[in-house]
């Protein structure tokens, strides 16, 4: 395919139309006369010798092809629409800008909230954007990344994009406070023997692996997909989950939980800043990433701690 030869703007009929399932308000959508936005249908159906919308009574659906481009069409709008907003300069203190990052709420209350602070004392017009994680993140990471600035990560769940190292974490064990099953110090077998509460999404597959190699398969109870809930699913029940440590910092004194450390060596976790190549030289974003480096070393100076060593810990 060469793209010289192709009419970008057909990108933008082509998603209002897939969008829209009707050619009089896709052409509203982009400013297109009824006529204009019937002739650019023409051709995306020469171009990909489909219907893409047919008619089924009176109304129009997606063909198979034209439900394939749905999600593909929207994203190449987003990422031209980043390729094309990109800047050769950035002045932080005087931009309109918004950043989107997607991230678990673990990464938003530990490191998305200092960033969000950095930002509003530094720079007035620059919004932030925090977006949930999807759970087939693994799937199309590259699509991910191309509709958005950012994805707060740990590694070991992707790689082959560049990153921007921000903070190391440990993993510890919450059980409630009055849980007379589990003493002072927690074991393999209470592990494989209390029920658990999961984060039903992937940022803990290393942890989650490191836990089947130890020959234990967590009986789940509940699963959520928020970090913070899973204190108060633990709070007055039997049950035991894995979480970050300074998360559980944060929410210490909040629920009657406590903390107890893994009866193993567990996994430290390494959070990264990951972005789309597209993004790399365009000036708004590096200042996003400098920023970013810097509110990381903010964190690492309240806990210098290597999180493997246990030293100090009994």
Known sequence: ????????????????????????????????????????????????????????????????LGLALLDRTATACDLLERVFTSQAEFDPAHEEHEFTLISSDYAVAVFGAELARTVHAEAPGIRLRFKQAPADITEDTTALLSTADGLLLPHGIISDFPTVELYRDRWVYLVAEDNPEVGEHLTLDDLARLPW????????????????????????????????????????TR????????????????????????????????????????????????????????????????????PTDRSDRG
């Open 239 to 306: 049950r035991v989950a894995l979480i970050q440590g300074r998360l559980a910092d944060r929410l210490d004194g909040l629920v009657p939980v406590r903390v107890v450390e893994p009866p193993y060596d567990a996994v430290p976790l390494r959070e990264a800043l990951w972005w789309h190549p597209v993004h790399t030289h365009d000036a708004a974003h590096i200042w996003l990433r400098e920023t970013a480096a810097r509110v990381a070393q903010t964190i690492h100076g309240k806990d210098d701690r290597d």
């Open 1 to 64: 395919m060469n793209l010289a030869s192709l009419d970008l703007n057909l990108v933008v009929a082509l998603r209002a139309l897939l969008e829209e399932r009707n050619v009089t308000r896709a052409g509203r959508r982009i400013g297109l006369s009824q006529p204009a936005m019937s002739a650019a249908l023409a051709r995306l159906r020469r171009h990909f010798d489909d219907d893409l919308l047919s008619r089924v009574g009176g109304r129009y659906e997606l063909t198979a």
């Open 197 to 236: 509460v999961t984060y039903q999404r992937t940022y803990d597959a290393p942890a989650a692996r490191q836990i089947g190699m130890l020959g234990i398969e967590p009986r789940v109870e509940v699963s959520v997909d928020s970090f913070q809930l899973m204190p108060l699913l633990v709070a007055g």
